[in-house]
């Protein structure tokens, strides 16, 4: 990339300014720009690059980009005015297409492979103005470093648009590593070098204290930040409630109070704010909550990526705890909210095999008013960016499809759009679309995960919206890319990313151990301490770890179980299935997919499925390779000799259990953990450098699937017989 032009003009954006006493300070800039500190503007770091057309102005000492090129400091360039009069300035100088540009996401994860940004990138960012982008899971097929100086590039190109609007890139939450479900391969969200391995979200759940999980979102800011990313698709306030839904692992856990206190402290750490966005800079990175009011409650634990699991569900009619936990996790100031696909069914009538909704309209909540309005607006007194979960608008159109609209005759089709029965019958038709983003935008959506400006360009020409009706979303999105200052700085130092992630990695490590869960620990076998006589068979760790391990401890390691004193075993819990079918996948090691009716909700057998109409099938491809983690911890009890010692390690991506042909009474200890390497677990099973277990257990664990299935979704840790309850937290 060219040299970047760098004018840094301050020593700090917070430094202290040396003045008069605070009854005599100067607070004429307070509530207004974002850069006032203590009643006086400081000059932010402001940069251009070369050969972007731009240049820096300097007037009454203050240094301003001229983004637009007109050799004036127009309003939204102005770094000492509030979000809100910048973003109207900015939105009225603006076409249709380039507010359309900022209302949905795009994916841009393949083109750093190819080391540049591309002509026809360029052109596909010109032609449709695209201002977000997606990286998935950051990839191991470029490092960090690609990924900056690609990001980089990005921002020195649309600076040269004519309006110079930065990009913003994010990412779903990519920490979190651990056993994939063979629980020998370690897998990990983010492969990109130098990033480190982190614990996952419900790890966090596990260490249960705020001001560490602050610290850790602070450091995870660092990250991104650092790799280019500037807004997180995240974190997840989904407290657990159904706890065979996939996506427990990136929740903090199965307590509401508690995953609204953590998911708080997380956010406030992202965006390195303590008290919610207070009208100063964000210098984390955007955090956007979600899924709002709560994606695990889904019918049997499906997940709403596909419509068999749309119908998010409280049977007990317990919405309200869900809410509050979201309630708190707002006063953090996120400056983004994602809803959920799910269809909330906020009360429960059911006859004759079918249920009903008693007081919501049976739309997914992108569409519904008083998910939007009255929940989330009135109730958790939020009024930020709304962006919606991915592909809302293509296949997640729940209870808005386009047969049930032909059924229902919609009457709520703005005088300028067509009428319904012009439409054709294709999903695809412009117009139905129109008609979807109009929905979303009138109950209070800005952002379309996953769409496209031509969508939002139809919906103006085929007379659902205006251009003027681009404006508040629009707006939305611009103060939250003022608030994150890209508009100043939109650049990073490549040379940065190997120095922070090399900082971080001492308190991932740390992370890791303290995430861990002792729940079992007979005859306080933990932590091992034995003599040079004794044997020891590890199962399910790394040989050179064993041996590393074992070279300086004395002991002898055998290959036979029958022999050994002490027998170490490492497996993963059953994993969930992501998609819509995930509800059958039981949270035993063996236990058989269940599988669904699509007419009648309730569970049905396989045997009964045979001859039911509309049934289909949940499929887990890593079944065999649950059931083999079952059979090592069978041949383990069965191999262990009088007097022997089992010691077993479980990797819980969601919460799990025994089952019954599995004699529990025989392992000795057990230990939770939620992504740790095999040697920082042979520290916590060895006590090394002092090391004492302090993680509580973040869900019950029940003792049989039937329990599970008896249970109710919106219900917390309601199993009625639990193996180990919520909160179970042993220690040395």
Same mark, same amino acid.
């Given at each position: 990339?060219?040299?970047?032009?760098?004018?840094?003009?301050?020593? #700090?954006?917070?430094?202290?300014?040396?003045?008069?006493?605070?009854?005599?300070?100067?607070?004429?800039?307070?509530? %207004?720009?974002?850069?006032?500190?203590?009643?006086?503007?400081?000059?932010?770091?402001?940069?251009?690059?070369?050969?972007?057309?731009?240049?820096?102005?300097?007037?009454?000492?203050?240094?301003?980009?001229?983004?637009?090129?007109?050799?004036?400091?127009?309003?939204?360039?102005?770094?000492?005015?509030?979000?809100?009069?910048?973003?109207?300035?900015?939105?009225?100088?603006?076409?249709?297409?380039?507010?359309?540009?900022?209302?949905?996401?795009?994916?841009?994860?393949?083109?750093? @492979?190819?080391?540049?940004?591309?002509?026809?990138?360029?052109?596909?960012?010109?032609?449709?103005?695209?201002?977000?982008?997606?990286?998935?899971?950051?990839?191991? #097929?470029?490092?960090?470093?690609?990924?900056?100086?690609?990001?980089?590039?990005?921002?020195?190109?649309?600076?040269?648009?004519?309006?110079?609007? /930065?990009?913003?890139?994010?990412?779903?939450?990519?920490?979190?590593?651990?056993?994939?479900?063979?629980?020998?391969?370690?897998?990990?969200?983010?492969? +990109?070098?130098?990033?480190?391995?982190?614990?996952?979200?419900?790890? +966090?759940?596990?260490? !249960?204290?705020?001001?560490?999980?602050?610290?850790?979102?602070?450091?995870?800011?660092?990250?991104?930040?650092?790799?280019?990313?500037?807004?997180?698709?995240?974190?997840?306030?989904? /407290?657990?409630?159904?706890?065979?839904?996939?996506?427990?692992?990136?929740?903090?856990?199965?307590?509401?109070?508690?995953?609204?206190?953590?998911?708080?402290?997380?956010?406030?750490?992202?965006?390195?704010?303590?008290? $919610?966005?207070?009208?100063?800079?964000?210098?984390?990175?955007?955090?956007?909550?979600?899924?709002?009011?709560?994606?695990? &409650?889904?019918?049997?634990?499906?997940?709403?990526?596909?419509?068999?699991?749309?119908?998010?569900?409280?049977?007990?009619?317990?919405?309200?705890?869900?809410?509050?936990?979201?309630?708190?996790?707002?006063?953090?100031?996120?400056?983004?909210?994602?809803?959920?696909?799910?269809?909330?069914?906020?009360?429960?009538?059911?006859?004759? $095999?079918?249920?009903?909704?008693?007081?919501?309209?049976?739309?997914?909540?992108?569409?519904?008013?008083?998910?939007?309005?009255?929940?989330?607006?009135?109730?958790?007194?939020?009024? *930020?960016?709304?962006?919606? !979960?991915?592909?809302?608008?293509? *296949?997640?159109?729940?209870?808005?499809?386009?047969?049930?609209?032909?059924? %229902?005759?919609?009457?709520?089709? /703005?005088? &300028?759009?067509?009428?319904?029965?012009?439409?054709?019958?294709?999903?695809?038709? #412009?117009?139905?679309?129109?008609?979807?983003?109009?929905?979303?935008?009138?109950?209070?959506?800005?952002?379309?995960?996953?769409?496209?400006?031509?969508?939002?360009?139809?919906?103006?020409?085929?007379?659902?919206?205006? =251009?003027? !009706?681009?404006?508040?979303?629009?707006?939305?999105?611009?103060? +939250?890319?003022?608030?994150?200052?890209?508009?100043?700085?939109?650049?990073?130092?490549?040379?940065?990313?190997? #120095?922070?992630?090399?900082?971080?990695?001492?308190?991932?490590?740390?992370?890791?151990?303290?995430?861990?869960?002792?729940?079992?620990?007979?005859?306080?076998?933990?932590?091992?301490?034995?003599? =040079?006589?004794?044997?020891?068979?590890?199962?399910?760790?790394?040989?050179?770890?064993?041996?590393?391990?074992?070279?300086?401890?004395?002991?002898?390691?055998?290959?036979?179980?029958?022999?050994?004193?002490?027998?170490?075993?490492?497996?993963?819990?059953?994993?969930?299935?992501?998609?819509?079918?995930?509800?059958?996948?039981?949270?035993?090691?063996?236990?058989?997919?269940?599988?669904?009716?699509?007419t009648e909700w309730r569970h049905y057998t396989a045997a009964e499925n045979e001859a039911a109409e509309g049934a289909f099938t949940v499929v887990d491809?890593?079944?065999?390779?649950?059931?083999?983690?079952?059979?090592?911890? @069978?041949?383990?009890?069965?191999? %262990?000799?009088?007097?022997?010692?089992?010691?077993?390690?479980?990797?819980?991506?969601?919460?799990?259990?025994?089952?019954?042909?599995?004699?529990?009474?025989?392992?000795?200890?057990?230990?939770?953990?939620?992504?740790?390497?095999?040697?920082?677990?042979?520290?916590?099973?060895?006590?090394?450098?002092?090391?004492?277990?302090?993680?509580?257990?973040?869900?019950?664990?029940?003792?049989?699937?039937?329990?599970?299935?008896?249970?109710?979704?919106?219900?917390?840790?309601?199993?009625?017989?639990?193996?180990?309850?919520?909160?179970?937290?042993?220690?040395?």
């Amino acid at each position: 990339m060219k040299q970047i032009l760098v004018l840094l003009l301050s020593l #700090s954006l917070f430094a202290a300014f040396t003045a008069c006493g605070d009854d005599e300070k100067d607070k004429s800039c307070d509530g %207004k720009g974002i850069y006032c500190v203590d009643g006086e503007d400081v000059q932010p770091s402001v940069q251009v690059a070369d050969g972007s057309g731009k240049s820096i102005l300097t007037v009454d000492d203050k240094q301003y980009r001229d983004l637009n090129a007109n050799g004036e400091v127009d309003a939204y360039e102005d770094w000492t005015l509030p979000v809100e009069e910048r973003a109207a300035d900015l939105v009225s100088k603006m076409t249709t297409i380039q507010k359309a540009g900022l209302l949905y996401e795009k994916g841009f994860v393949g083109q750093i @492979k190819e080391g540049s940004l591309t002509d026809e990138r360029k052109a596909a960012i010109k032609e449709y103005q695209v201002r977000v982008a997606l990286f998935r899971d950051p990839g191991e #097929s470029y490092t960090a470093e690609d990924m900056v100086n690609y990001t980089n590039e990005v921002q020195a190109y649309v600076e040269s648009e004519p309006l110079g609007v /930065p990009f913003v890139f994010c990412c779903d939450p990519s920490y979190g590593t651990g056993l994939d479900t063979d629980g020998t391969t370690w897998k990990k969200k983010n492969t +990109m070098e130098p990033m480190g391995d982190w614990p996952f979200a419900l790890g +966090m759940a596990a260490i !249960d204290d705020a001001d560490y999980v602050k610290k850790l979102g602070a450091a995870h800011a660092k990250e991104y930040k650092a790799m280019g990313l500037r807004m997180l698709l995240g974190p997840q306030c989904d /407290p657990i409630s159904e706890p065979r839904w996939a996506r427990s692992y990136d929740t903090f856990g199965a307590d509401p109070v508690r995953a609204g206190v953590l998911a708080k402290a997380y956010i406030q750490g992202l965006q390195e704010t303590d008290n $919610g966005f207070n009208g100063k800079i964000v210098s984390g990175i955007a955090a956007v909550l979600k899924h709002f009011p709560g994606g695990g &409650t889904n019918n049997g634990g499906l997940d709403s990526h596909s419509a068999s699991g749309q119908w998010a569900l409280f049977k007990g009619d317990n919405m309200q705890e869900h809410l509050d936990s979201f309630k708190v996790a707002f006063e953090s100031g996120p400056l983004g909210c994602m809803p959920c696909y799910s269809i909330n069914m906020r009360g429960w009538v059911e006859a004759d $095999g079918d249920f009903s909704n008693n007081d919501l309209e049976e739309v997914a909540s992108s569409y519904n008013k008083t998910i939007m309005q009255d929940y989330l607006r009135d109730y958790c007194g939020w009024d *930020g960016l709304v962006s919606s !979960d991915w592909g809302v608008l293509k *296949g997640k159109q729940y209870g808005l499809m386009e047969d049930q609209l032909a059924a %229902k005759n919609p009457t709520d089709i /703005p005088a &300028t759009a067509p009428a319904f029965s012009a439409w054709g019958v294709s999903t695809e038709t #412009s117009n139905y679309q129109s008609y979807l983003i109009y929905k979303y935008w009138v109950v209070g959506g800005h952002q379309v995960g996953s769409g496209s400006a031509e969508m939002w360009l139809n919906a103006v020409s085929d007379g659902f919206l205006t =251009d003027s !009706d681009l404006n508040e979303p629009a707006s939305k999105v611009l103060e +939250m890319m003022f608030r994150l200052g890209v508009f100043e700085n939109p650049y990073i130092n490549s040379t940065s990313v190997n #120095s922070v992630a090399v900082n971080n990695r001492e308190l991932a490590e740390e992370a890791m151990k303290k995430a861990v869960v002792l729940v079992k620990n007979e005859g306080s076998v933990l932590p091992m301490s034995i003599t =040079d006589s004794a044997k020891v068979y590890f199962d399910g760790i790394d040989d050179s770890v064993i041996t590393n391990y074992s070279s300086s401890a004395g002991y002898t390691v055998t290959t036979n179980m029958s022999e050994a004193d002490y027998i170490i075993l490492r497996v993963t819990g059953r994993h969930g299935t992501y998609s819509g079918l995930a509800g059958g996948v039981p949270l035993s090691f063996e236990g058989d997919v269940l599988t669904y009716n699509s007419t009648e909700w309730r569970h049905y057998t396989a045997a009964e499925n045979e001859a039911a109409e509309g049934a289909f099938t949940v499929v887990d491809s890593s079944q065999a390779n649950s059931i083999a983690q079952a059979q090592k911890i @069978k041949d383990a009890i069965a191999a %262990k000799a009088d007097g022997a010692r089992l010691i077993l390690s479980v990797f819980a991506p969601r919460p799990f259990l025994f089952d019954s042909d599995i004699e529990v009474d025989a392992i000795d200890a057990i230990l939770v953990e939620f992504g740790i390497t095999d040697t920082y677990l042979l520290d916590a099973v060895f006590g090394a450098d002092g090391f004492k277990p302090s993680g509580k257990l973040p869900f019950c664990i029940p003792k049989t699937d039937a329990d599970v299935e008896a249970a109710t979704e919106d219900l917390f840790n309601d199993e009625a017989n639990q193996l180990f309850k919520y909160g179970t937290s042993l220690s040395y």
